[in-house]
C-alpha cells in the first residue's frame, strides 16, 4: 500500500485542507506513513502570511524530503503560488526529480492535480503538467496591478473539488472549512493575491460533514474561513453585498442543532460581520461558544484607514461593548500588528487604549512584515526602527498578560466544563479547553481511560500566567 505524509503550516483553513487532501488520499486506496516510516508521497501545505511563515514553509519542505528521501513531492498553499520559482529551486537542490514532484497552489485544482501526480507515480509520466497537458502557471505577475487584476479575474477555486472530510486527525476540534478566498486587499496581505476566488460551501455539505465528524467522536466543531463573515457571499467588500446578511448566523444556528456536538465555535471574524442575528444566535444556542476572534491590527484610526481595513476604531470599540452586552463574560481575543508603516507613537498609544479597553483573553501581536507585492511593501523604509518595535511588542505583552489574567481571576471557584486534550508524552497532567478558549490544567487522582475528547466538568482552582488549574470533579458529562 502507498502511503503519504503531510506537513501543515498556517491557518485553521490550511489545517482543513490538508484533512480534506488526506481524505482524497484515502478515498485513492493510500493511507498515512507512520513517523518513523518511509513515505511514497510527502505533501507539504506552506503559508506565506509573513516572512517567518515562508521560511518556516520553506525550511518544513527541505526538513521532510531530507527525513524521507526518495519521496514525490506536492507542494501546495499559499506560498507555492507566491514564490514558485524557489521552491523549485529547493527541490533541484534537493535533487527530487522533475517527474516526482508538483508544485500546485490555490491557482489550481487541487483534486485535479492530486489525480494527475498520483498517476504519473504509477505511469512515471512528468508530474509537472495539469490535466490539458499545460504547465502549471505560478501566481507571479510582475506589478501590484497585475497581481491584482490576475487575482480577481481568478475563478479557480482550488480545493473546491476535494472531499469532505470523517475526522480530524490528532485533533478534537475539528475545524470546517466554510467560506474561501478573500479579495478585501488589506495593504499589509498577501492572501488576495494568493486565494484568489471568494466563495463558499452550501450548508448542507457542511451540516453533512459536521454531523459525520460529530458522529466520529468530535464534540466541539470550528467553523473557519478565510473570511468567514463573507459566507454566503461572492465577494468579502461589506459595501458590494446585496443586503445585510444573516447566512452565517442561520449556519451557526443549524450547526449547534447537530447531536452530539459540545460546542460550535466561529473562527477570526471581522469586527464589521458580527451582526445583531449573530449575537443572538451565539446567546440563545448553549452550544454556540462565547468566544469571538475579533483581530484588530491597529487602534489608530489612521493606521487603520492606510492599510485599508473595512473598520474604524470606533466601530470596533463598538462592536466590543455589543458583544459584551450581548454575551455572559464573553472571552475576546485579537491580532494586533506592531510596527506597520507610519505607525507613530501616538498610534502605537491609541491600539494600547483600545487593549486596554477591550480587556481582551488573548492577544497575538507580531511585528508588520513587509512583504514584496503588496501595498505596504512600497511603505517599508516608513516602518519604525526595530527597537522601537520590540520595545512595542514588549509593553503590548505586558498589557497582555495582566488582561487575560484579569479576565480568568472570576473563574476562580467556579465549575466549568472542558474538552480534554491529548496527553503530552511523559506528564501525568492533562489539559483541557473551555468555552471561552481557555487552557485548564489537571491532575487526575486516579488513572483515567478514554478521556481524551471527553467533555467533563472542573472546578478551577487558580488563575496562572497561561490558563487556569483546575481539579476534576466525580462526575463528567456524557460526551
Same mark, same amino acid.
Given at each position: ?9 498556517? &491557518? ?8 480534506? !487532501? ?22 507539504? @501545505? ?27 513531492? =506536492? ?18 537542490? =534537493? ?26 507515480? @504509477? ?6 503538467? /495539469? ?7 505560478? &501566481? ?14 481568478? @475563478? ?10 470523517? %475526522? ?29 476566488? #471568494? ?28 473570511? !468567514? ?7 468579502? !467588500? ?16 443549524? #450547526? ?7 460546542? +460550535? ?13 449573530? =449575537? ?42 455589543? +458583544? ?13 500588528? +506592531? ?48 527597537? !522601537? #518595535?520590540?520595545?512595542?511588542? +514588549? ?12 479576565? %480568568? ?15 503530552? %508524552?511523559?506528564?501525568? &497532567? ?41 481539579? =476534576?470533579?466525580?462526575? /463528567?458529562?456524557?460526551?
Amino acid at each position: 500500500m502507498l502511503r503519504f505524509d503531510i506537513t501543515t503550516l498556517g &491557518c485553521k483553513v490550511n489545517q482543513y485542507d490538508s484533512q480534506a !487532501i488526506a481524505a482524497w488520499l484515502e478515498a485513492a486506496g493510500w493511507a498515512p506513513a507512520k513517523p518513523d516510516k518511509q513515505a511514497d508521497l510527502l505533501v507539504i @501545505n506552506t503559508c506565506c502570511i509573513t516572512t517567518v511563515a515562508m521560511a518556516k514553509s520553506r525550511n518544513s519542505l527541505s526538513r521532510a524530503v531530507r527525513k524521507k528521501p526518495g519521496a514525490a513531492v =506536492l507542494v501546495t498553499g499559499c506560498y507555492s503560488d507566491y514564490d514558485r520559482k524557489r521552491l523549485q529551486k529547493i527541490l533541484d537542490k =534537493l535533487a527530487v526529480p522533475v517527474d516526482r514532484r508538483m508544485i500546485a497552489g490555490h491557482h489550481h485544482d487541487v483534486a485535479e492535480n492530486l489525480r494527475v501526480l498520483v498517476q504519473s507515480l @504509477n505511469q512515471a509520466s512528468p508530474a509537472e503538467t /495539469s490535466l490539458d497537458g499545460q504547465p502549471s502557471i505560478p &501566481c507571479q505577475p510582475s506589478t501590484i496591478k497585475a497581481r491584482r487584476l490576475a487575482a480577481v479575474k481568478s @475563478n479557480v477555486a482550488a480545493t473546491k473539488n476535494l472531499p469532505g472530510i470523517r %475526522r480530524f486527525s490528532n485533533r478534537q476540534r475539528a475545524f470546517v472549512k466554510v467560506q474561501d478566498g478573500c479579495d478585501a486587499f488589506c495593504s499589509y496581505c498577501i492572501v488576495p493575491y494568493t486565494r484568489p476566488r #471568494v466563495w463558499s460551501r452550501t450548508p448542507e455539505d457542511i451540516l453533512d460533514e459536521c454531523r459525520i465528524l460529530a458522529t466520529n467522536g468530535h464534540r466541539e466543531i470550528v467553523l473557519c474561513g478565510v473570511f !468567514i463573515g463573507a459566507f454566503g457571499q461572492q465577494t468579502t !467588500i461589506r459595501r458590494k453585498w446585496p443586503a445585510q446578511t444573516n447566512a452565517l448566523a442561520e449556519l451557526l444556528r443549524r #450547526v449547534c442543532d447537530i447531536d452530539g456536538l459540545w460546542r +460550535v465555535r466561529l473562527s477570526s471574524i471581522e469586527p464589521g460581520d458580527v451582526t445583531d442575528k449573530l =449575537l443572538e444566535t451565539i446567546a440563545e444556542c448553549p452550544k454556540a461558544a462565547p468566544h469571538l476572534h475579533l483581530p484588530l491590527q491597529s487602534g489608530s484610526p489612521a493606521i487603520l484607514r492606510s492599510i485599508n481595513r473595512q473598520y474604524s476604531a470606533d466601530q470596533f470599540r463598538q462592536t466590543v461593548q455589543r +458583544v459584551r452586552q450581548a454575551l455572559d463574560r464573553p472571552a475576546l481575543t485579537t491580532d494586533i500588528i +506592531v510596527g506597520l508603516p507610519g505607525e507613530t507613537n501616538a498610534d502605537f498609544a491609541q491600539t494600547i487604549e483600545i487593549a486596554r479597553e477591550a480587556g481582551f483573553a488573548k492577544i497575538h501581536a507580531f511585528p508588520f512584515s513587509p512583504i514584496e507585492g503588496t501595498a505596504a511593501w512600497h511603505l517599508r523604509d516608513q516602518v519604525p526602527p526595530h527597537e !522601537i #518595535v520590540k520595545a512595542r511588542m +514588549v509593553e503590548l505583552a505586558e498589557i497582555e498578560a495582566e488582561s487575560a489574567h484579569q479576565y %480568568r481571576l472570576p473563574f476562580v471557584g467556579q465549575t466549568v466544563e472542558a474538552l480534554v486534550e491529548r496527553p503530552r %508524552r511523559g506528564q501525568a &497532567c492533562r489539559q483541557g479547553m473551555t468555552d471561552r478558549y481557555q487552557a485548564i490544567r489537571f491532575t487526575p487522582t486516579e488513572p483515567v481511560r478514554k478521556l481524551t475528547g471527553h467533555v467533563v466538568c472542573l472546578r478551577v482552582d487558580a488563575a496562572t500566567a497561561d490558563g487556569l488549574d483546575g481539579t =476534576l470533579m466525580d462526575h /463528567s458529562i456524557g460526551l
